[in-house]
């Protein structure tokens, strides 16, 4: 399948909001080729230990692998 990937979706913000440094976390991002050419598709988060950490999860039944991964990480 070959999807377009250069379309902007009409729910994406005209701009990005203005984040403020969090303490104790760090992110980085990357072009790794996992599922777009050209664009950054890898997130990495380092949290330093003691960074306490909440999550807002789908109940969906149809979820992949990684949003399973994260309720169990979360507890």
Do not use: H
């Not at 664009?39 to 807002?56: I, N, S, W």
Request: charged residues 20%.
């Amino acid at each position: 399948m070959n999807r377009d990937t250069s379309k902007v979706s009409p729910f994406a913000p005209q701009q990005l909001a203005d984040m403020p440094p969090l303490e104790g976390v760090r992110f980085a991002a990357c072009e790794a080729g996992i599922r777009y050419k050209n664009r950054d598709d890898l997130m990495v988060a380092v949290l330093e230990p003691g960074t306490v950490a909440a999550g807002v999860l789908t109940r969906s039944k149809t979820c992949s692998a990684p949003v399973l991964w994260c309720p169990e990480s979360l507890q």
